[in-house]
């Protein structure tokens, strides 16, 4: 099976909740794991090789010429991950069957949960740097809907909102340091990248390039100082609190430092910047945690604290240092996990998380306590269970480092000191919470939860011991292989027994616990001291700085936006003027070599015509229905024009678009005021004035230098190209539906999009109808003329087959699904004016909106068709066949993505213009229409 099924199972598994919650939160649960579990197992399959020192790759090509290709890389540090997050992921679902409420949409959450599990596979399986960065900011989004998943909550939508804007910012950081990383290899294949470590090392940007990419990785991680959007993030439910710390979301940073190691370590910036931000994040989070009262913000500083250990580790820029950092990576996520969900049993079974109302649990829930108690001390680093063991690689490695000099000893220090926290927070889970006397206050009789609810934890504090008594065979082959994969290959010699005799950094193991018991023994000696220190709330920080920066914007937007027009229109042709008049000056003189094209008599008097229309429409504007007559004029002379310089399909468009403007605009002027007072001051006359002749002389100074110099056009290609490489002979077509395929495709989903934006906003709308002119004349109570009516029916007809002729015709002669849409939606308009709402919506009884998303869809599956012959995305094809009765004509599937094109069209231009044809009619349209 191919590993696009991965990611694809996953994708199909976000919406499987949302139908099956119907059959009751079990069946949910149950069939909201088949997609993980599937996933995993095909990852199983895959393991032998990647255990092996293989590296399976797949890629598909999307859009290769600009880099965009679908790939994926599955190494050993992909597959730990893709294990983490599958296998935790799994488990979380178990044990949020049993912890949500009868209350929550379960549906909804488990489709979240499943689009982050899908997110943070797609990051560590990616091969390609633009996939990676999509899939992270993903990531950011899912992990925002899931922290905000109790809306109804003020600290829910906070905390959401803090982790978005701070990960979504250094997610821009990121994006811009692959840039420049890519652009400095000159590709964004992983695997190109990461074998060029030396030359981006060597380059001038490097220094640039490591910044913005450790934004984005120390943003997302919780570092320091980004750390404080972490511990608000525990506003969400505790799966996603257990997920998110564990194997998801912060660990996507610390992925990110291992992926891109080979390639940005082993420099003296890389070395300071990563493991100072590292032991700063250790001691910090260490010591925080050990104040906090909250359950879940223990654990969340505690987790900060540990990330700051393995960036730590991997910023010691040493082989076994990055060995050890994997290694806990692994250990964190085990421990962390079955922590959390501990904690949300405790809170789901007693009613509260703070530890100074949780005392002496042990006597109500001792099974869980146990099982608590057994994490707690794991991630303290006690002996036989397995934080023990990647703590003392961790303690082993801070002993030879020498970057700081004669200050080198005080890594070592520090690093036994935040061990000493580390034990002290952990006991004080542990005594606090089942010791030190009886529960105080707490909502409910504190008792062991359901047994499946259990099982999750049991499992991963199984692990714990499996891993700490016998760590070669639980996880020796798969840290080797991950190890190999951040190391590049390059292996050092490592241990991984139990005991390794009585050395330094057994010594700091027994410093950190017997430390962190007198730390704990005095604690309250610790509390007094801290209490001279004024708390602070990063969440009203930030809160505040988010409103002053919205107080900022809304300054400056009244500023600018004060509702007039003309100011608007002012501001921006000023503005373009100072950008393109700048590049003219530079220039000695705007006239080039090339002599100017001979112009006859019809040109001329065309020329004029446009002129003299175009001065009209601005001299009468306010008589509307002159003005926009001629304003059509000069549409239509610009159609003309387009015919005159061999561009009938640009003609054509601009007929139809122009008659399709006309009518928007009659159906806006009858709703605008009869009359308008006259605004415009002598002062902004001449301002106006002033500002139209700068820019129409800075258009004419470039046109008059284009056309006298010699201009090379990538026409020529197509031209050459649009038979052998489309299929047909209308360039223009050709270009669209083939050549710039991947345009069209975005433009019609824009026009999809922007028509049902201005369909939602007036589909309330109740404007009243005008009974007169402005001179008080009443408007003729005959709406629908006998005479129009006969003839739009009449024409109907034959609108729809010149339509069809040129929808067919469109690949080789001009036409193509945008004029033919426009047609047919002119043909069908024009039955609404001729004979009314009333009369049409029983006799067409189409859904525009339905339109507009399959014409979408349409192009889109055709464009993804040709993936299953190992085709680029949109990639045409065409061929000739011998029909009887007709001769031989040429099949293309181009004509497939022109149909999607012509019914985009039509659901467009009619959802807005048949809408705002409703808006005085007693049909009123309804937002679910």
């Known amino acids: 099976m191919s590993l696009f099924w991965i990611p694809v199972l996953l994708l199909i598994g976000v919406f499987v909740p949302l139908i099956t919650e119907r059959f009751g939160r079990t069946a949910c649960a149950f069939f909201t794991m088949l997609a993980p579990a599937l996933a995993l197992t095909q990852i199983a399959t895959l393991l032998p090789e990647v255990l092996s020192g293989q590296t399976i790759t797949e890629s598909l090509a999307w859009i290769p010429a600009v880099g965009l290709t679908l790939s994926l890389r599955l190494d050993g540090l992909a597959i730990m991950f893709a294990m983490l997050i599958l296998g935790i992921g799994l488990l979380i679902i178990l044990y949020a069957r049993y912890y949500l409420s009868d209350k929550d949409a ?7 949960l499943i689009l982050f599990m899908t997110a943070m596979l797609s990051i560590v399986l990616s091969n390609n740097l633009l996939q990676l960065w999509m899939a992270w900011e993903v990531t950011s989004i899912s992990s925002f809907l899931l922290i905000g998943f109790w809306s109804s909550k003020s600290e829910s939508r906070k905390g959401a909102r803090m982790a978005l ?39 001038a940007m490097y220094p640039v390039a490591l910044i913005l990419v450790l934004l984005g990785a120390f943003t997302k991680s919780a570092q320091f100082p980004f750390h404080f959007w972490l511990p608000h993030a525990m506003a969400a439910p505790t799966p996603v609190s257990a997920y998110l710390h564990s194997a998801t979301m912060v660990k996507a940073g610390i992925f990110l430092l291992a992926r891109m190691y080979p390639v940005l370590a082993g420099t003296e ?32 500083y505690s987790t900060i604290s540990h990330l700051g250990l393995i960036t730590l580790l991997l910023g010691m820029d040493t082989k076994l240092a990055a060995v050890a950092a994997v ?12 922590l959390f969900m501990a904690a949300g049993i405790i809170d789901h079974e007693s009613g509260s998380r703070d530890m100074r109302k949780l005392n002496g649990l042990w006597r109500y829930m001792p099974y869980t306590a146990t099982l608590a108690m057994v994490a707690a001390a794991s991630m303290a680093g006690i002996p036989l269970l397995n934080g023990f063991l990647s703590k003392e690689m961790f303690f082993a490695e801070t002993l030879h480092q020498v970057a700081l000099g004669s200050l080198s000893w005080m890594i070592p220090v520090l690093a036994t000191l935040g061990g000493i926290f580390s034990v002290a927070y952990s006991l004080r889970f542990i005594h606090d919470v089942f010791f030190n006397g009886e529960p105080i206050d707490i909502p409910k ?29 639980m996880i020796g082959s798969l840290l080797q292989a991950a190890s190999s994969s951040v190391l590049d290959g390059q292996l050092p010699e490592y241990s991984l027994s139990i005991w390794h005799g009585f050395n330094l950094p057994l010594l700091m193991s027994f410093i950190a616990m017997t430390g962190g018991l007198l730390v704990y023994a005095y604690r309250s000696r610790l509390y007094r001291f801290q209490s001279q220190f004024r708390e602070t709330d990063a969440k009203l920080i930030f809160e505040g700085a988010v409103q002053a920066l919205v107080r900022q914007a809304t300054a400056l937007h009244e500023w600018m936006a004060n509702g007039s027009l003309q100011r608007y229109v002012a501001l921006l042709l000023v503005l373009t003027l100072i950008m393109t008049a700048s590049p003219l000056m530079e220039l000695n003189s705007a006239a080039g070599h090339l002599p100017l094209q001979d112009v006859n008599g019809i040109e001329i008097t065309a020329a004029i015509l446009l002129c003299i229309s175009a001065l009209a429409t601005v ?40 008659v399709v403007t006309v009518i928007l605009l009659m159906l806006a002027l009858f709703f605008l005021p009869q009359k308008t007072k006259n605004e415009s001051s002598p002062r902004r006359v001449v301002r106006d004035l002033g500002i139209a002749a700068a820019c129409g002389g800075v258009i004419a100074t470039i046109n008059y230098a284009i056309i006298t110099r010699p201009f090379e056009s990538i026409s020529e290609f197509f031209l050459a190209n649009s038979k052998t490489g489309g299929g047909g002979t209308n360039v223009v077509n050709v270009i669209l539906v083939d050549f710039r395929g991947f345009d069209t495709l975005g433009e019609i989903t824009v026009l999809g999009i922007a028509a049902l934006g201005i369909f939602k906003l007036i589909a309330r709308m109740r404007l009243a109808m005008p009974s007169a002119d402005e001179k008080g004349r009443p408007w003729s109570e005959d709406r629908h003329p006998l005479i129009l009516a006969m003839i739009s029916q009449s024409l109907l007809p034959l609108a729809l087959l010149v339509s069809a002729y040129i929808f067919l015709r469109g690949h080789n002669m001009p036409g193509g699904g945008f004029i033919a849409g426009l047609i047919t939606s002119v043909a069908l308009i024009q039955q609404y004016i001729a004979h009314g709402v009333d009369w049409i919506k029983p006799r067409i009884k189409v859904d525009y909106q339905w339109l507009i998303a399959s014409g979408v869809l349409i192009a889109a599956l055709t464009g993804a068709g040709s993936w299953l012959f190992g085709k680029p995305f949109l990639t045409s094809w065409f061929d000739y066949f011998d029909i009887p009765w007709i001769g031989e004509i040429e099949l293309a599937s181009a004509i497939l993505f022109d149909l999607g094109v012509y019914l985009t069209v039509v659901g467009a231009t009619l959802l807005i213009l048949a809408n705002l044809g409703k808006l005085t009619t007693r049909y009123r349209p309804t937002v679910e229409e």
């Open 106 to 112: 379960m549906g909804r959450f488990y489709a979240y």
């Open 165 to 203: 804007t701070v990960t979504g910012a250094g997610g821009l950081a990121l994006l811009a340091g692959l840039l420049i990383i890519a652009d400095i290899v000159g590709s964004y294949d992983l695997g190109t990248v990461l074998a060029s470590g030396n030359m981006i090392r060597e380059h």
């Open 269 to 300: 910036l890389w070395f300071l910047t990563v493991s100072l931000t590292g032991l700063a994040t250790l001691l910090l989070g260490a010591y925080v945690a050990l104040f906090k009262h909250d359950l879940k913000g223990l654990l969340a």
């Open 327 to 338: 290694f806990h990576i692994m250990n964190h996520a085990i421990f962390k996990a079955s």
């Open 445 to 473: 009789t504190p008792h062991e939860p359901p047994r499946y609810m259990k099982i999750p934890v049991e499992i991963l504090v199984t692990l714990c011991l499996l891993v700490g008594i016998f760590p070669s065979f």
């Open 619 to 658: 001299i009468l504007h306010r008589q509307r229905m002159v003005a926009l007559i001629t304003l059509s004029v000069v549409g239509l002379i610009v159609s003309i024009t387009f015919a005159r310089f061999s561009a009938p399909d640009l003609a054509l468009t601009q007929l139809a678009v122009e």
